[in-house]
């Protein structure tokens, strides 16, 4: 029987919640365009790529921009994102997410990043942890975004751990997805119904523990 080798964490809405800023952001340039965003056509966005985020808002707002136009756009966005991830602290780190790191390396486990992110690094070093992770993968390494499995077929590949070793964490039905085409094992963090596709479904990370997650791998949960 083989334990569990790796652990991949998507960065928003598993190690900080960014979600609500990307939101404060993408609801600031919909309006240009007319376009009420809501906090349900957020869920659809987590997960996915600025550019292919960008392109579903237009598609809502029911507009045909010049491809210029969009990076101009996507541009701006990212600029009053940045504002907001200015102010992250080691503080926004979510709970549970710092005890779990100290516990898979005290155990020997390696542990990677795989975010669509190309903020990704940035961002862990506001949160005190660009120098924790053994890989990091984010949205700079990747051409296809989540729910293609590249970015955690690349954190493994760069770890040297077969994906069948490897479980995932993340908050999006796109990243669930990536990940059981990656052929790895997955736990959902946030809503159940939403992530019915995950191993397994929690709330959060406090409690979880290395045994839990190799139980996982033991039982083989479809
Ligand atoms: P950026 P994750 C994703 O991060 C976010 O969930 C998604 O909302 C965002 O559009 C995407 O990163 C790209 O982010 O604009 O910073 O490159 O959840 O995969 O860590
Ligand atoms: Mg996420």
Not at 41 to 48: F, P
Not at 63 to 85: G, M, S, W
Not at 127 to 150: A, H, I, M, Q, T
Request: glycine share 6%.
């Amino acid at each position: 029987m083989r334990k569990i080798q790796a652990v991949i964490f998507d960065l928003d809405g598993v190690i900080v919640d960014t979600a609500q800023f990307h939101f404060i952001a993408w609801k600031e340039l919909a309006a240009e365009w007319n376009y009420t965003l809501t906090p349900e056509d957020n869920e659809k966005l987590k997960g996915v790529s600025r550019m292919d985020s960008l392109n579903k808002i237009a598609q809502w707002a029911n507009v045909q921009t010049k491809p210029e136009q969009l990076l101009d756009i996507a541009h701006r966005k990212n600029e009053i994102y940045l504002r907001f991830c200015n102010q992250l602290t080691p503080q926004h780190v979510l709970p549970g997410i710092s005890t779990l790191i100290n516990t898979l390396k005290a155990n020997g486990v390696f542990i990677s990043l795989g975010s669509a992110s190309k903020n990704a690094r940035f961002v862990l070093d506001k949160l005190g942890l660009l120098d924790v992770f053994d890989v990091v993968v984010d949205g700079n390494d990747v051409s296809k975004s989540k729910p293609n499995p590249e970015v955690f077929l690349k954190a493994a590949q760069r770890m040297g751990v077969s994906p069948e070793h490897c479980v995932v964490l993340e908050d999006a039905p796109a990243g669930i997805e990536a990940a059981l085409a990656a052929n790895m094992k997955v736990i959902g963090l946030g809503d159940a119904i939403e992530l019915q596709k995950a191993h397994l479904v929690l709330e959060n990370t406090i409690n979880l523990s290395l045994v839990q997650l190799n139980q996982i791998k033991i039982k083989g949960v479809a």
